[in-house]
């Protein structure tokens, strides 16, 4: 079984984590908060338990073979958790690929649209279809991994992740209508904040709002 064992590859642990680090640079806060902060270092986080038991300790094997007799091979292939009998071969394992490079093309599309509009509010390309892009690729990302390789303490920390990057986008939505007044409530109206099918959409708001001298969307 040691000729087998599939872990403790810590170099490609460490590259892991250094190229989703500069993956999570491509998000361009509006402005830096505790909140934005902590939303980054909570999905570090993620990559870091992530990556570590991918490729270097399999830590949720061991506690699910002590608490409860799991019976699976050390091997790289068989730490699927879902379907060890197929491994890396399972089908889900494609469809969570598929999965993860949506999420990383939708920060890339989201980053690049802030970029070149400078101070201007965003409202086309991709952010004609949800407001927060960016966030809606980190959800997708994150729910791919745990999709292809899931672990006991990604499996706690996504939902926590999920709740602290929505608080975040409720936030920064906050300020946008501050600075931004009726062009963003109208377009806040119309444009889904992560998923189309569940908006609702309203009539143009006409009423004065407040000045519009801020910042771009940043999400």
């Given amino acids: 079984m040691a000729s087998e064992y599939g872990y403790g590859d810590w ?38 338990a992530l990556f ?15 608490a409860i007799g799991y019976q699976n091979p050390f091997t790289h292939e068989a ?14 394992h494609f469809v969570s690929i598929a999965i993860i490079g949506g999420g990383i093309l939708l920060v890339s599309e989201g980053w690049s649209k802030i970029y070149k509009a400078k101070d201007a509010l965003v409202t086309d390309g991709i952010y004609a279809h949800v407001r927060h892009p960016q966030y809606l690729g980190i959800f997708l990302v994150t729910s791919g991994f745990l999709l292809q390789w899931i672990t006991i303490p990604t499996a706690i920390m996504f939902p926590i992740l999920v709740w602290m990057y929505y608080r975040l986008a409720k936030r920064e939505e906050r300020d946008m209508e501050s600075s931004f007044g009726i062009d963003y409530l109208n377009y806040k109206s119309r444009v889904p904040m992560f998923l189309p099918a569940l908006h609702a959409r309203f009539p143009a708001i006409t009423t004065p709002g407040v000045p519009r001298d801020a910042p771009h969307s940043g999400e």
């Avoid at 984590?17 to 902060?37: D, E, G, M, N």
């Avoid at 570590?52 to 002590?66: D, N």
């Avoid at 730490?79 to 889900?92: A, I, R, S, T």
């Fill in 79 to 92: 730490g699927h958790l879902l379907y060890p009998q197929l491994g890396m071969l399972d089908p889900l």
């Fill in 52 to 66: 570590a038991e991918m490729y270097g300790f399999p830590l949720t094997i061991y506690i699910l073979s002590w």
């Fill in 11 to 48: 170099l490609l642990v460490v590259i892991s984590i250094i190229l989703f680090a500069f993956f999570i640079t491509l998000l361009p806060y509006r402005r830096k908060t505790r909140l934005s902060k902590t939303s980054s270092g909570v999905l570090v986080a993620f990559f870091v």
